[in-house]
């Protein structure tokens, strides 16, 4: 476990809300597994498809990984000083943002 209870108070609240889906199909995963295993994913430099199962799918963890770092959650975590998230990989995380902010070409 990355966080203790007092850490993960104070940090759930910087990540997304989501909705039940009415359509069924698969539950999401546990917000704390997923941030856990982005951050299992680059301290321990492997790919995605390595991730022990205890975290979820390594699909899955990327696809988070991709909409969080496009949305800006990673910048609003390093902004409340959560230093556990500077093993990320900032260049990636930069590039997924930056390339959501371009305006579309005509």
Known sequence: MFFS???WAELCPLLPMYQLSLKGGRPRLDKRKILEGIIFVFQ???P???VPKVYGSGTALNNYFREWAENGVFHDLKEHQFSIIHCLDWDKIN??????????QN
């Open 95 to 104: 590039a997924i943002k930056k390339s959501t902010e371009q305006p579309a």
């Open 48 to 50: 995605w498809k390595g």
């Open 44 to 46: 321990n430099r492997i």
């Open 5 to 7: 209870d007092e850490q």
